[in-house]
């Protein structure tokens, strides 16, 4: 099932890719595993997958334990600054950085580790009330103060679209985020690459694709619905 589901993934990326003349590699995909179990991840690794995403540190530190080492893990979900020592060495790439005092955090478990650590700026672009993530209008000088932090490297942005019926309504918001790393790459920020757009996920990945997405996160797609018990 999963590598059914996978190979349809493929194709649709393909086929966008086609659409608007990128190559498919321009395209890293990331299995978003959150809530699912380990033969589950076994068998997306198994079909190659090497990018794998969660959003909570508990169950990142786990499934890194009992999951093959020359995986790149990403931390996609909100996260707290007392839980950072926890994965700074362990995580390739941290996609929901919205705050200089979590940069700092992060910054600072990274020199006692002696490793650096990648980032990329989570925008709420749609400025939805629910969702973490810095505005668009304060991007630019949060990424200058992240820039001055030793053992941190910003290497783009990232965006969690709204929940939509119909993909192309979230064009705008894939639009806006690309346009704001345009903007950032025009002010030559030392140490700031802005080559990475996290953004796309199962029900409007296509569109973040045609709109310049080089992460997308895809749960659902690949591994089916999530069922969320209650605690
Ligand atoms: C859960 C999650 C995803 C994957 O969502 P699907 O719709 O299941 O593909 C992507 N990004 C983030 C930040 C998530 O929390």
Redesign the pocket.
Known sequence: MIRDNINAVEDRIQSACNQSGRKRKEVKLIA?S?TKPIEMLQQAYACGCRDF?E?KVQELLEKYDHMPKDIRWHM??HLQRNKVRYIVDKVYLI??VDSLRLAEEISKEAVKKDVTVSILIEINVAEEASKFGTTAREAAALVEEISRLPNIAVRGLMT?APYVENPEENRLYFTMLRQIAVDIIHKNIDNVCMKELSMG???DYETAITEGATYI?????IFGE?EYTSV
């Open positions: 978003v959150k995403g959003n996609i979900g996609h929901s969690i996920m199962t029900g996160r895809i749960g659902t797609g999530r």
